[in-house]
């Protein structure tokens, strides 16, 4: 039986921090807070996967008040993640990803941040999307203060 997850994150921008989406470094002023290194394409896809698989969330698995996961790789998490999920019998069917941002524009990085996801999912690029979009101006995301990400993943048992 397929099983559906939706993860979702959110981080206000900051100065003095590398900017890392889905893996990828992306060029820009400013960075992600967050007690790892902030990646939230990766937190929600983390979500998403714990979600569907009925593990719980992201904040369970690595709590932000352990100091372990201080500037935690997310990719490591990622692939912790998809080992936990691989244990239940599952596999990843596919994974699609909305980033929502004023700045920076992600048209070059879409593509890496695919082939990267997938890599860390174990599965081809062709079952990952990733999307980029504004907010049209509206609320603190129009505002530059930071963005958001949603994922959505597909598992199923016959994908493990």
């Not at 879409?110 to 999912?121: N, S, T």
Request: proline share 4%.
């Amino acid at each position: 039986m397929p099983r559906v997850g939706l993860g979702y994150d959110s981080h206000r921008f900051v100065s003095g921090r590398p900017l890392v989406l889905g893996g990828v470094p992306v060029a820009y002023e400013f960075g992600l807070a967050g007690h790892s290194d902030a990646d939230a394409v990766l937190h929600a896809v983390i979500d998403a996967l714990l979600g569907a698989a009925g593990l719980g969330d992201i904040g369970e698995h690595f709590p932000d008040r352990d100091e372990r996961y201080r500037d935690a790789d997310s990719a490591a998490l990622t692939t912790h993640t998809v080992g936990l999920v691989r244990a239940t019998g599952l596999g990843v069917v596919n994974c699609d990803v909305t980033i929502v941002t004023e700045q920076p524009k992600l048209g070059p990085y879409k593509q890496a941040m695919r082939d990267r996801i997938a890599h860390l999912l174990r599965v081809e690029p062709a079952r990952v999307n990733v999307k980029a979009k504004t907010n049209e101006t509206m609320g603190w995301i129009g505002q530059g203060e930071g963005l958001a990400v949603l994922a959505v993943v597909l598992l199923d048992e016959t994908a493990g």
